[in-house]
């Protein structure tokens, strides 16, 4: 079992749509980070959250410590968020560990 | 100011031979981890060198190797290449936990693709 679930795996959705990407861990964690991954392999870091709640433009990540969950939230969604988005974990031992990813298709 | 820079971008080799692949690290950031992400997964971790030692290590086989050089940038060494070992290659750099790191976003490098053929 892999210390970091994502779901769901492949989303499409239409522009404009509200879209919610799951994650859950198993491990105990300092820092929860959501990256974003565009084809040909450059990661970006969107968000890093230790409790509560973080916005950025049409981006949002929430986080419940208690029960191992984080979202992530997009609001208004455009073609151009069109991405692979992962959830990673990052340990005190500050040893990161990774979900599978998402990947997002935004229809026009 | 730079990020994490990785090199090559690109590389072809063939089954049996040997590759290095090369990180340096944001400047400030003197940890560096390598991850080795294969078509369609997500990044799995290899190993995290810090002051010049490898500190921690993921399930790979010692045909991977690694070092780090006293100004923070880092080689990723893979002998006798298999072909299962064609992926992305990814460095990322950040501080250590316990220099106020908690709450430290984590940086990529743009990768290495490999490919063994």
């Known amino acids: 079992k892999n210390e970091v679930e994502q779901s769901p795996q492949n989303l499409t959705a239409q522009e404009g749509e509200f879209i919610t990407i799951n994650c859950s861990y198993s491990?105990?964690?300092?820092?929860l980070h959501w990256l974003q991954q565009h084809p040909g392999g450059g990661i970006v870091s969107l968000f890093m959250l230790s409790s509560g709640k973080k916005k950025h433009g049409r981006l949002i990540a929430t986080i419940n410590i208690q029960e191992k969950h984080s979202s992530l939230h997009i609001t208004a969604s455009h073609p151009r968020d069109s991405a692979v988005y992962i959830c990673?974990?990052?340990?005190?031992?500050?040893?990161?560990?990774f979900g599978t990813g998402t990947s997002l298709t935004v229809i026009p | 100011d730079a990020g994490v820079t990785q090199s090559p971008t690109h590389l072809i080799k063939t089954r049996g031979q040997q590759v290095t692949l090369r990180c340096s690290p944001k400047?400030?950031?003197?940890?560096v981890s390598w991850y080795q992400q294969a078509l369609g997964q997500g990044p799995q971790f290899i190993f995290q060198?810090?002051?010049?030692?490898?500190?921690q290590r993921g399930n790979f086989p010692d045909r991977f190797s690694g070092h780090q050089f006293p100004n923070y940038s880092s080689e990723l060494n893979v002998n006798a290449l298999l072909l299962g070992d064609s992926a992305l290659y990814l460095c990322?750099?950040?501080?250590?936990?316990?220099?106020?790191?908690?709450?430290?976003?984590?940086?990529f490098g743009e990768g290495s693709w490999l490919t063994v053929v």
């Open positions: 400047s400030g950031h003197d940890t």
């Open positions: 060198y810090y002051e010049e030692e490898e500190r």
């Open positions: 990322a750099s950040t501080r250590p936990a316990g220099q106020g790191a908690f709450g430290n976003t984590i940086y």
């Open positions: 491990v105990g964690i300092s820092a």
């Open positions: 990673a974990v990052r340990t005190s031992g500050n040893q990161f560990y």
